[in-house]
């Protein structure tokens, strides 16, 4: 079976500082994707990254840095220099390839404020 | 990315009748489209598959007679919560993914309130 797990329940920061979301999954698959979703108040779901498991580098986008180690299972989320308009929940899911059902994890409320 | 709509953004219904929700995939063939349902400050949960001309695949735990879902086109998936019941109330959010798709697309999501 396969499970996600967002440890942090809720996490507050002050704007300008950095956030690490974290996320840890287990699945017996070996080609798999990962992804981060932001949900903001409005309930809509913001597509952020998708990884495969066969791609382990880093991804920088901007503001937003994705870590990805199989070794440890763990795909976190960093967020540099935070901003108010940056407080969402953050999910982290997980497919199997050849599936588009995702797993969620049970999201990361965070809260930036100014 | 692909533009799928949800329909109804929110709905308040009295408890005992029926509503429907509409998921919409614009631009693209939908043959797979998903239902997940988040309660208040949880996690999405996925209720079920469906692919296009075929009966829904339903996760464990889900009511298949009280949750219906028609996949009757590329395009469109509906979702009837029948004889609803304040204990569904909930966000319900669709999403639809093509042959191609590299991933799953979401619907805006619909809120329902069943008083």
């Known amino acids: 079976a396969q499970k996600v797990t967002q440890a942090q329940t809720e996490i507050s920061v002050v704007e300008k500082e950095d956030v690490t979301l974290d996320c840890v999954y287990e699945?017996?698959?070996?080609?798999?994707?990962l992804f981060w979703y932001k949900q903001p108040p409005s309930g809509e779901l913001v597509f952020l990254i998708r990884?495969?498991?066969?791609?382990?580098q880093n991804e920088i986008s901007g503001r937003y840095s994705w870590n990805f180690q199989k070794s440890t299972s763990s795909f976190n989320f960093t967020i540099t220099a935070s901003q108010v308009v940056d407080s969402a929940v953050y999910f982290c899911?997980?497919?199997?390839?050849?599936?588009?059902?995702?797993?969620f994890g049970t999201g990361t409320r965070l809260l930036v404020s100014p | 990315g692909a533009v799928v709509s949800q329909h109804p953004s929110w709905v308040i219904c009295k408890s005992g009748t029926s509503v429907k929700i509409e998921c919409r995939s614009l631009?693209?063939?939908?043959?797979?489209m998903f239902w997940y349902r988040q309660f208040p400050k949880q996690s999405l949960m996925l209720m079920a598959t469906s692919n296009e001309g075929s009966k829904a695949t339903y996760e464990q735990g889900v009511e298949k007679d009280k949750f219906l879902i028609n996949h009757a086109s590329l395009t469109l998936s509906t979702l009837t919560v029948t004889s609803a019941h304040p204990e569904d109330s909930s966000f319900y959010i669709c999403?639809?993914?093509?042959?191609?798709?590299?991933?799953?697309?979401f619907g805006q999501g619909t809120r329902l309130t069943v008083v």
């Open positions: 999403s639809a993914s093509g042959r191609d798709s590299a991933r799953a697309f």
């Open positions: 699945t017996r698959d070996t080609t798999y994707y």
């Open positions: 899911a997980l497919t199997s390839a050849g599936f588009q059902k995702l797993v």
């Open positions: 631009d693209f063939q939908a043959t797979t």
């Open positions: 990884r495969n498991s066969f791609d382990e």
